[in-house]
Every structure is written in C-alpha cells, then in structure tokens.
C-alpha cells in the first residue's frame, strides 16, 4: 500500500470510527423520543376512539331517547387496534413515497380558489381543496415516531457497518482520485483497480461525503480533494521523517 493509500486509510478508519461513535450516542435519542412518540399517538388513538365512541351514544340517545355510558373497555381495545394498525401499516408499507404530493404538481389554478376558500372556510376549506395530499400529509405527521424507532435500529446498524468496514480498497481510489484534477471513467477504472474489490469501495465511500458518481466515471468535489490532498502531504512528511536514516543511527 502506497504512502498516500496508507495516510488515506488511516483518515478514513478515523472518520469511520467518529461517525460509528455519533451513531451510538444518536441511538438512546432517537429510541427514547420514539417512545414518547409512540406514547402520543397511542394516546391520540383513544382520543379519537373515546370522542367517536361518545358521539355515536350522543346520537343514539337523540333518536332513541335513551343512552348507555360508553365501556371503558371498548375504548381501549379501540384505541390499541387503531394504534397497531398505524404502526403496522408504516412497517408494511410507508417507508417510502410519503413525501411525495403529486396533487400539488399540477394545482397552478388551484391555489387562488384554495386562497378564497381559506378566507370563507378557514384551512379546512384547504384541506378540503386537496384530500389525498391532506391526508397524505396526516399519515406523515402519525408516523414520526414509527419513524423514529425504525431510526434507532438503523443507527445502531450502520454503527456496526462503519466499525467493520474495510477501507483499504476506497483508500487507493480516492489517493488516485484526489492527485487529479477531474474524474476517472468507469473503464480506466476498471483498467487500474481491477485487483480492488469493487463491492467494498461503494460500500465505504456511500459514507464519503463528497465522492460523486457520475454517468461518465466518478470525481471528487472540490473540498474532499483538498482535504484529501492536506491528508496525503500531511502522511508524506510524517513517512519521511520515521524514515530517516538518522532515527536509527547508533
């Protein structure tokens, strides 16, 4: 391993550790404000069960002339199956596209009707303006704790990744990388690192911050290449001075 792979790595095994030791201390965050979440909507789930429950007897006793007092019991197996729904849905199936509101895409003429509406009926009248996106936009709010808790994990995963990663493979690429001053194409890529673990390079430099992949090769932007460069020259000079003739004289 050259001079400038070598004080690489050893950059790279600092800034993998330090971003592990950040992961670890992210996670008791994440999972106790998971559970306050969590909390939250549970307890919003029994609201909405107690009211609707509480509402439906009101009417009953409109038209009937006579209601019961809600059980208590129903409320909480209501609010406990509305709560394992919600949960359960995001773990099915609302990890992804929740930030994503097609309805606003093409509202160019609705926005003016969504403002005078707003002045009639207040923001329900614009809540009413774009359902599906309102009610996209509810979900989102209900599954930040599921969100949270489902954070917590992945921190604590990606701890373990960083700590194992192997970053000798990355390091040669990004010593050659970092002595140009543009990109290297897929093919002298492949031609160069051939012996390099392909699979292993990707895996370390997704937590590079700087490293660009683009259609035609892969780059540096200009802040990782300076710094990769003070890195190198700051390798160098140490590699220099442990080999001076003079250290072991005697």
């Not at 010593?175 to 890529?189: F, H, N, Q, R």
Request: proline residues 4%; glycine residues 12%.
């Amino acid at each position: 391993m050259s001079v400038p792979s070598a004080s690489i790595g050893r950059w790279l095994s600092g800034r993998f550790h330090t971003q592990a030791n950040l992961c670890v201390g992210l996670v008791p965050v994440a999972f106790l404000g998971s559970l306050v979440g969590l909390f939250l909507t549970w307890w919003l789930c029994f609201m909405a069960v107690y009211l609707g429950l509480h509402a439906l007897g009101a009417v009953a006793n409109i038209f009937e002339g006579h209601g019961g007092r809600v059980p208590y019991r129903w409320v909480v197996t209501g609010a406990w199956t509305g709560f394992v729904l919600l949960v359960g849905s995001y773990f099915r199936n609302g990890t992804t596209g929740l930030d994503e509101y097609p309805e606003f895409e093409d509202a160019d003429n609705s926005w003016g009707n969504a403002a005078r509406l707003h002045v009639i009926g207040g923001g329900a009248a614009v809540l009413l303006m774009f359902p599906h996106a309102s009610a996209r936009m509810i979900l989102d709010i209900l599954y930040i704790a599921p969100r949270m808790l489902r954070g917590s994990w992945l921190l604590l995963r990606s701890s373990g990744q960083l700590r194992a990663q192997d970053v000798e493979p990355a390091a040669e690429i990004l010593a050659a990388l970092a002595a140009l001053p543009g990109k290297i194409g897929w093919d002298e890529l492949s031609q160069r690192f051939g012996h390099v673990p392909m699979s292993e390079v990707f895996k370390a430099m997704r937590w590079i911050p700087g490293v660009v992949s683009l259609e035609g090769g892969l780059t540096l932007d200009a802040d990782l290449r300076s710094e990769l460069r003070a890195v190198i020259a700051t390798g160098s000079e140490v590699g220099t001075e442990s080999s001076d003739p003079g250290e072991f004289a005697g």
